[in-house]
């Protein structure tokens, strides 16, 4: 994978940029604010469909300006694909504001969606602490947007089973209303409990394999960076088994967590029953709160080192060093996927890590690898980041090609 050329028009803070990268490792450099992630996220937007960050569409538009462009001319498997992303505000109905344009090659494409599984990135950011100290969607959202990269599918999974819940609650929230069950209501419950068990069992199923396949990775990374001192263990929590939440939202037990290994082989069929049971067990506290609080919306994953719990016992460095190790896991895992490596984003997190780390990166990231890196100094960075790098300057809202930054490094 390759990009070639990344074209923005009224995206963020840019007016009009128009750069073309080179093969190897682009360093974006300029100081805070100036649209080095900006550009970063606008290839985020072509390989994912969508931003990580943006609240809404809106506020990829420029200010004041009616609507955006990306454009990014990217090589795949040898052949030459270009992807545009155009937003225009409207006041249509059913547009929530803003409407969207999406082509691949010249074609429109009805859903960002169809972007997916096209160029094919790997990221690193300082935001990914959340991975551990951030709520249980972070992780959620982390093993399913690599699902979703080595299986485009498994997104259609994802949003049959958002709909799926949204449906039940719906129902919920009617009985609730009702003060009272029919048998017509009880019925139709029936029907939505046993798609949304079958649609949850396979998700989760999809979960612990691809958990199962990252853990052993991530441990020999965490051994690797700790001098073997540190052992990683991760378990998946089924928070549908929890027992209930108190009064002041706080759960007054633990949920528990499973071996991902120790139930990789539970057949899928017995994973459906044991989501049905658990709605039947909550039925009326599901009524009360009108959702549903059973299946892997709510699903979460416990990091622990040497047995501790991770988020409570472990220190900030030992914390990097755990996201560190999963990042490098699904590194890993996306590589073995794809014929070719995938493209690899880096923003602000090598000037945070020690030279042994930042090795510890470089020897997992393939020569032939496309690297995108922002950063405000190259000062820290260990010589191999830089040496033959093309360095390119942000300054509000442009980005030129530069040798400043190579001249700096070498003085
Ligand atoms: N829709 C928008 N219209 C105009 N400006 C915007 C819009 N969205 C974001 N910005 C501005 O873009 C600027 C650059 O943001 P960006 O996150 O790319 O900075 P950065 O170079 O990565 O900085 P840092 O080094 O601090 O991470 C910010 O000042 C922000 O206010
Ligand atoms: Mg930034």
């Known amino acids: ?20 990268l080179q093969d190897g490792r682009n360093v974006l450099i300029g100081e805070n604010a100036q649209g080095k992630t900006n550009f970063l996220e606008a290839i985020e937007i072509i390989a994912l469909g969508r ?17 955006a462009r990306i454009e990014v001319v990217f090589e795949s498997n040898g052949a030459e694909v270009t992807a ?66 080595l299986r485009p599918t498994y997104q259609e999974t994802l949003s049959k089973y958002g709909k ?26 029936k029907v939505w409990d046993e798609q949304t068990a079958r649609i949850g069992a396979a998700i989760i199923k999809q979960r612990l394999y691809l958990l199962n396949e990252l853990l052993p990775k991530a441990e020999r990374h965490q051994q690797h ?36 290994k120790d139930i990789i082989d539970q057949p899928e069929a017995e994973l459906v029953q044991t989501l049905i049971r658990l709605m039947k067990e909550r039925r009326y506290e599901e009524i009360a709160r ?24 472990a220190s900030q460095g030992q914390q990097r060093s755990l996201v560190l190790a999963c ?17 690899l984003l880096l923003d602000d997190v090598l000037a945070e890590l020690d030279l042994n ?26 010589p191999e980041w830089v040496a033959g790098a093309h360095f390119l300057a942000v300054k509000e809202g442009s980005i030129e090609p530069t040798s400043e930054a190579a001249s700096i490094q070498l003085t």
């Open 84 to 149: 545009s992303f155009a937003l225009a505000r409207s006041d249509k109905p059913r547009t929530k504001g803003v409407e969207r344009q999406i082509k691949i090659n010249g074609l429109t494409i009805g859903s960002a969606r169809s972007l997916r599984g096209r160029l094919v990135m790997v990221s690193f950011k300082s935001s990914d602490l959340n991975l551990l100290r951030g709520g249980p969607k972070f992780r959620r959202d982390w093993i399913d947007d690599i699902l979703i990269t």
């Open 1 to 20: 994978m390759r990009v070639k050329k990344v074209t923005l028009t009224n995206f963020r803070n840019y007016d009009y940029a128009s750069v073309d």
């Open 357 to 382: 780390r930042q090795g510890l990166l470089m020897s997992q990231v393939q020569t032939e690898t496309q690297t995108l890196i922002t950063t405000t100094h190259v000062t820290g960075f260990k």
């Open 51 to 67: 931003s990580t960050r943006a609240q809404q569409d809106a506020d990829l538009i420029k200010a004041e300006a009616d609507s």
């Open 164 to 189: 799926s819940v949204a449906q039940r609650n719906r129902l919920l929230k009617q009985i609730f209303e009702k003060g009272k069950a029919s048998v017509e209501d009880q019925n139709q419950l």
């Open 225 to 260: 960076i700790s001098g073997k001192r540190e052992l990683l263990t991760a378990e998946y929590v089924f928070r549908a088994q929890e027992s209930r939440d108190t009064e002041d939202g706080n759960t007054a037990e633990q949920p528990r967590g499973v071996a991902a």
């Open 290 to 313: 009108k959702q549903t609080l059973c299946g892997p919306h709510r699903d979460d994953i416990k990091f622990a080192l040497n047995g501790a719990d991770a988020v409570e016992f």
């Open 327 to 343: 990042k490098l896991a699904e590194l890993e895992r996306v590589q073995e996927n794809l014929c070719e490596p995938p493209i």
